[in-house]
Structure formats: structure tokens, C-alpha cells
């Protein structure tokens, strides 16, 4: 395998490929290589007069962001990836930001003080204006759980440094929405290796998505591992051809990656540290939740690691983001970035606790919800929890825990009474969750985390 640096802009890796060959499939249709030069070609007449313009992208349909994708990077200044979920308001917030001056969409409901386009008005006049290609800008909102997302810049270099290409006959699931930095790597990698990438449609359930991986022999699949969880929990989970499992996003846990080991004894199971500021991390492939402390020490390829005073992650790393866009600074001191993630090191080994802001105050104590959520998934019929602050004028937080549990279970009161007895014997007090709930669902965010800004 090799590192993909040689294309200036996405349209480039494909020009010279085998024209019938099948890089996506959504819904029953499919996009070979022949498609999408074709676009382009009658395309290009009528979008040149986006050259070097800050241009953004809203769309519902996964699909419809990658064809634009595609045909705008390298004519584009700027193209700014907007979450089609997030409101009005912070949408309108992120295009003045960003200085947008055009708006691809799909949603004709949308109301915004821009020139505003689908691709059926761009036909409608031609421009010819002469394409002098650049290395387009990719504006990628952060995960945005406090306050209004920051848009991170990129380019295409500072996307793939770290992919590498694979067999072309590979072919990856996309689990995620497509507008964060985990979906873009997952279409990113299997695009310059030439592979078939299969394309979620908008409000498409899990259990029909994993039967369309299934019909189409899904390869490669990569989540956090809370959509690890809920796939886990579908009653058919055959997967009959993954090779390849990939977690990121959150912090992994010895009992998903015992859960999907036993799942699937015949896939290779790794899991990488990622973000829409650092980039592209590391990748640990030893079975273990984790990562070596080697790794702090200079032993991961050209990456730079160290613990911040406050007991945060420091990245430095050539994948690295080039700055947040408008006023705002990513935290970089000598070099290093402030992942803002916290790290435990035990017998040789680091562990992600939390987020340094992301702890929950009760009584003047700490608790941090990601550590209490794999206690209670430890837990006998428990597959996924969820902690959340519950305000009290008393105690700052009281806790409360969603928590999804086993069909067998008939008596959920007698196993409420028992867990909560269990959490009494083997927690400190502050830790101990004054609410449960048992849930049918648990949501997710478009990025596949658990959602903790409600």
C-alpha cells in the first residue's frame, strides 16, 4: 500500500481509471467512473463562474454532497460542508462566517440572503469562463458540543495524508452521515482506492442498511462504537463477507471490541484516534481498548504525542488542520494541538477517560459519563447506556441513565432494583445514577456519537 499525494484536487485520481468501474451504489442506483466524467464534462460550461469562490454545500442526500464534491474541488476557493440537521440559524451563522458567496442544496424550503442553486439553474446559462485549478479549501464544522460547531479548515492533502490505497476491490459500508470528518474519511479512503462505496439514503433504518451491505458483500466497515452497539442489537447481523472493522469517534471499550470479536473472529479489528482539528492520528490493532504508551514515546511513524499539564492529549501530526476559519484559534502551543482529551496511563497502557469539558459536576465532584456508561454496559443484559445530568438546586447534577436492555428480561423493576444495588456496592457514591431508564432507542448524532449536548 501506498500514501495518495499525487492528486492536486478529487476529479484527478479518476481520470485515468477503468471507465465501467463501480464507486458507488445508493438506493437502486449506480455511479460508475464513466458517470461522473461524463457530469463533469457537461457541467464544467456552466459552473465556471465558481472559480475561486467560497461555495457551500447543503444536502440531505449523501450522495448528491460526493457528485459535488467531486466536481467543485479544485475550481472552488473555499467549499464549505454545512450538516443539513444543525437549524436555520447556525446554518445562516456558519455561511457569513465562512464569507460563502454561492449555495448548492437540495431543499427548496431553505431561506437564506445568498445566491442560492440546484443544478437544474446552473443549466440554464452557459459561462465558459477559463478554470485555472487550485488546491480548494474543505470547511468541516467541528462536533460542535458546546455552543455553535467551529469550522475547521483543510484541503485535500491535509485529508488523506494518512490514506493509503487499498484493494480496488474492496468495497465499504458508510455508516455516517457524510458532512463530518469520520464520514469524509470513510468516502475519502474508498474513493482514491478506486473501491465501491455503498451510500446511505436520508432516514434510512440500520436494519435495511445492513442488508443492503449484506446484497452488495460489504467488505469494510467503519463506526463508533455506539453505532458498533445498535448494529449489534439488530436481530440479523450476518455481514456475511466484512473483512475489516474500523471504530473512532469515541473512546473504545474492552466490551465492544470483545462484542464484535466474537461477532466476526474473522475480521481484522482495529480502532484510530481522529478529529476535525489533528486529523488523522494513530491506529491500534492489538485487540486492546487503548493505546500503548510507546506510542507517547515517538514510536507511532512521524506522529508526536504528550500529556498536557491538565492530563489532555497533545497531537502533533502533519494531518493536522490548517486553523479554525474566521476568529477563532485552534489550541496549538509548539506545534502540538490540545485534543482537549483526557488520558489515564495504567500498567503501560493509555486510556481515554472523557473530555476535559465534558465532565458532570454533582455534589463539587467530577463525574465523567463515559466511564459510568461502561460500568453499567459491564453489566449483565445491559447493551448500551447513556448518562446524562439531571439539574438539582442541591447537588449542582443529579444523574440519570438511559439505558437499553435485553428482550429477555421480563421484569425491568427487579432489574432496576438490582442494578441500582450493584451500583451502591461497587461505586463512589457521587457516581451512582439517581434516575433509570429503560429505552427502546438511544439517538445518535449524525457523526454516530452519543448525543451529550441536550
Given at each position: 500500500m501506498m500514501s495518495n499525494q499525487n492528486n492536486q484536487y478529487l476529479f484527478q485520481s479518476i481520470e485515468k481509471s477503468k471507465k465501467n468501474k463501480i464507486l458507488f451504489i445508493s438506493g437502486s442506483s449506480t455511479y460508475d467512473i464513466d458517470y461522473l466524467i461524463e457530469e463533469r464534462k457537461k457541467l464544467l460550461p456552466y459552473i465556471s463562474f465558481l472559480s475561486k469562490k467560497n461555495v457551500a454545500l447543503i444536502f440531505r442526500e449523501n450522495i448528491d454532497l460526493i457528485r459535488y464534491l467531486v466536481l467543485l474541488d479544485g475550481i472552488a476557493a473555499s467549499i464549505i460542508i454545512i450538516p443539513i440537521e444543525i437549524s436555520e440559524k447556525i446554518k445562516k451563522e456558519l455561511l457569513k462566517k465562512s464569507d460563502t458567496q454561492f449555495i448548492f442544496y437540495d431543499n427548496a424550503s431553505l431561506n437564506f440572503d445568498i445566491e442560492s442553486h440546484n443544478i437544474n439553474h446552473c443549466l440554464k446559462k452557459r459561462n465558459d469562463i477559463q478554470i485555472n485549478y487550485l488546491k480548494s479549501?474543505?470547511?468541516?464544522?467541528?462536533?460542535?458540543?458546546?455552543?455553535?460547531?467551529?469550522?475547521?479548515?483543510?484541503?485535500?492533502?491535509?485529508?488523506?495524508?494518512?490514506?493509503?490505497?487499498?484493494d480496488q476491490n474492496a468495497t465499504w459500508g458508510l455508516l455516517y452521515r457524510l458532512e463530518k470528518f469520520a464520514g469524509l474519511q470513510v468516502f475519502l479512503q474508498s474513493y482514491l482506492s478506486n473501491s465501491c462505496l455503498?451510500?446511505?439514503?436520508?432516514?434510512?433504518?440500520?436494519?435495511?442498511?445492513?442488508?443492503?451491505?449484506?446484497?452488495?458483500?460489504?467488505?469494510?466497515?467503519?463506526?463508533?462504537?455506539?453505532?458498533?452497539?445498535?448494529?449489534?442489537?439488530?436481530?440479523?447481523?450476518?455481514?456475511?463477507?466484512?473483512?475489516?472493522?474500523?471504530?473512532?469517534?469515541?473512546?473504545?471499550?474492552?466490551?465492544?471490541?470483545?462484542?464484535?470479536?466474537?461477532?466476526?473472529?474473522?475480521?481484522?479489528?482495529?480502532?484510530?484516534?481522529?478529529?476535525?482539528?489533528?486529523?488523522v492520528g494513530f491506529s491500534v490493532n492489538d485487540g486492546l481498548a487503548g493505546f500503548p504508551q510507546s506510542y507517547m514515546?515517538?514510536?507511532?511513524?512521524?506522529?508526536?504525542?504528550?500529556?498536557?499539564?491538565?492530563?489532555?492529549?497533545?497531537?502533533?501530526?502533519?494531518?493536522?488542520?490548517?486553523?479554525?476559519?474566521?476568529?477563532?484559534?485552534?489550541?496549538?502551543?509548539?506545534?502540538?494541538?490540545?485534543?482537549?482529551?483526557?488520558?489515564?496511563?495504567?500498567?503501560?497502557?493509555?486510556?481515554?477517560?472523557?473530555?476535559?469539558?465534558?465532565?458532570?459536576?454533582?455534589?463539587?465532584?467530577?463525574?465523567?459519563p463515559e466511564a459510568l456508561e461502561e460500568f453499567l454496559e459491564n453489566y449483565p443484559n445491559i447493551k448500551m447506556a447513556k448518562v446524562t445530568p439531571r439539574k438539582s438546586s442541591i447537588m449542582g447534577n443529579l444523574l440519570e441513565a438511559a439505558l437499553i436492555i435485553s428482550r429477555g428480561v421480563l421484569d425491568e423493576k427487579k432489574f432496576i432494583s438490582e442494578l441500582r444495588e450493584h451500583c451502591i456496592k461497587n461505586l463512589n457514591k457521587e457516581m451512582i445514577p439517581s434516575f433509570f431508564y429503560i429505552k427502546d432507542s438511544i439517538e445518535l448524532s449524525s457523526s454516530g456519537k452519543l448525543k451529550r449536548n441536550e
Open positions: 479549501n474543505w470547511l468541516i464544522t467541528t462536533s460542535g458540543t458546546t455552543g455553535s460547531p467551529k469550522l475547521v479548515v483543510h484541503d485535500l492533502k491535509s485529508l488523506t495524508i494518512s490514506t493509503k490505497i487499498n455503498i451510500i446511505p439514503q436520508s432516514n434510512e433504518s440500520l436494519d435495511k442498511l445492513v442488508k443492503k451491505f449484506n446484497d452488495n458483500h460489504v467488505s469494510h466497515l467503519s463506526g463508533t462504537p455506539s453505532l458498533w452497539r445498535k448494529l449489534l442489537m439488530l436481530k440479523k447481523v450476518e455481514l456475511y463477507n466484512l473483512k475489516n472493522i474500523t471504530l473512532g469517534g469515541e473512546a473504545v471499550k474492552e466490551n465492544i471490541l470483545s462484542a464484535l470479536k466474537k461477532k466476526f473472529p474473522k475480521a481484522q479489528i482495529r480502532h484510530i484516534y481522529a478529529s476535525s482539528e489533528a486529523g514515546e515517538g514510536s507511532y511513524k512521524n506522529l508526536k504525542m504528550k500529556i498536557s499539564k491538565n492530563s489532555t492529549l497533545l497531537i502533533k501530526s502533519n494531518s493536522t488542520a490548517k486553523d479554525y476559519y474566521g476568529d477563532d484559534k485552534i489550541k496549538i502551543e509548539n506545534g502540538y494541538i490540545d485534543t482537549g482529551d483526557l488520558i489515564e496511563i495504567k500498567n503501560n497502557r493509555c486510556y481515554f477517560i472523557g473530555r476535559e469539558n465534558g465532565s458532570i459536576n454533582v455534589g463539587g465532584n467530577k463525574v465523567f
